[in-house]
Structure formats: C-alpha cells, structure tokens
C-alpha cells in the first residue's frame, strides 16, 4: 500500500469546487507539491510548497495541509481540469520520495 | 527555457540493462536535483531517484538494488542504469528537474517521456 494514500477517483460538477486530498504521515512535516497529468502528456506541477502556483497556473489552483493531510482545490473547475492528479512527498522515513497513488478527476 | 530530453533504446531484453541519458538545454545542470521518475502503462507515477548536481545519489528503496544514478555536467547530461530489468520494468521514463528550496520539493521541469518495453 501507498504511504501517501489518495482516493482513486473523484468527481465535480462543471463551475463547482472539488477537493483532492492526499494523506500520510510525512505530511505532518513536509509539504507536497501536486502534479496534473492529462492523458499522453508529461506530468505538469500546479501547486507546490504551502500554497504556491507555478506561473501559468490558474488560480483557481490552490493547497493547504493540516495534520497528516495535504489538500488541492479546484474553485469553479473546468472541463480541462479532467485529467489525473499526483502528489508527492516524502515517505515516512523521511529519507525518499514518493507520489500518491493518484486521483482521477471526472468533470461532469 | 529549459527543456529535458530523455534518450536511449525502446526496447530492452528480459535480464539486461535498461539505460537512458537525459539531455538538459536551456540552462545549468548545477544547482540542482535531477530525477527520473516512471509510469508503467495504465498506472501511477513512480519516482526512481534523483542524483545531485554533485554526485550524492537518493534511490527507491525497492529499486535500490538495480539502479544507478549518474550525472555529466560537462554534457549537461545525467543517466539511468537499471540492472536485471524484467516486464515489470515496461513503464514511460521521465527525468525530471527537482528543485529544492526552503524545505519544498517539486519538479519543475520534465522531458515528454519514453516508453521502454522489455521483451525477448
């Protein structure tokens, strides 16, 4: 099992807000930073550090984390929102990295 | 701009090696993690390792004792070896720049990927 523990699929309404969440026990003391992935593409990073958005990024993009959980938002998602969504941290060592086992955004 | 470029045979052997090189442009390999991270097919990323600009070298402790990890900065080149590959290693390879700063780490940069398949 994955120590960064996502659930496997979510969905949103067009123009709603959708929260994807990553847990494990690292987060209580290391940032993630979250990636999407659209299908045949290279993973593209959308939020990193406590809630930084690379240049070019929407801002309807954001994190937050609290206790063993880090957070992305979607506000008001969109159809090109649809695409699958990794975190990445360390493990619970500390000493390596890992991703989530990946979120599969549906957006009705 | 930087940009990645994975390189090396798409097509690997069962008990062979698997070795890719991926080619920085657009700036300095120093000063930096360079990663490489895969995706077998229909499935999650999976991070492999990274090796610093220096040398020092992070693996996968379930991969640990197949790859290494090296770096050229006088190409701006650093690779991948993975030892004894089976067709559990079929996967899209990517590198990746990781950046590491006030505690955060991400990729910032990634090369578009290459599928490697192991097969006799």
């Known amino acids: 099992s994955s120590e960064l523990t996502q659930d496997p699929a979510v969905s949103v309404a067009l123009g709603q807000t959708v929260r994807i969440t990553c847990q494990g026990d690292?987060?209580?003391?290391?940032?993630a930073s979250w990636y999407q992935q659209r299908p045949g593409q290279a993973p593209v990073l959308v939020i990193y550090?406590?809630?930084n958005r690379p240049s070019g990024i929407p801002d309807r993009f954001s994190g937050s984390s609290s206790g063993n959980t880090a957070s992305l938002t979607i506000s008001g998602a969109q159809a090109e929102d649809e695409a699958d969504y990794y975190c990445?941290?360390?493990?619970?060592?500390?000493?390596?990295?890992?991703f989530g086992g990946g979120t599969k955004l549906t957006v009705l | 701009q930087v940009q990645l470029q994975e390189s090396g045979p798409g097509l690997v052997k069962p008990s062979e090696t698997l070795s890719l090189t991926c080619t920085v442009s657009?700036?300095?390999?120093?000063?930096?993690?360079w990663s490489w991270i895969r995706q077998p097919p229909g499935k999650g990323l999976e991070w492999i390792g990274y090796?610093?600009?220096?040398?020092?070298?992070n693996y996968n402790p379930s991969l640990k004792s197949r790859v290494i990890i090296s770096v050229d900065t006088s190409k701006n080149q650093f690779s991948l070896k993975l030892t004894s590959v089976t067709a559990a290693d079929t996967a899209v390879y990517y590198c990746?720049?990781?950046?590491?700063?006030?505690?955060?780490?991400?990729?910032?940069?990634w090369g578009q990927g290459t599928l490697v398949t192991v097969s006799s």
């Open positions: 990746a720049r990781e950046v590491y700063s006030y505690g955060n780490r991400y990729f910032d940069y």
């Open positions: 657009g700036g300095s390999i120093s000063s930096y993690y």
């Open positions: 090796v610093y600009y220096s040398g020092n070298t």
């Open positions: 690292s987060l209580r003391s290391y940032y």
């Open positions: 550090g406590r809630d």
């Open positions: 990445y941290s360390r493990d619970s060592s500390g000493n390596h990295l890992m």
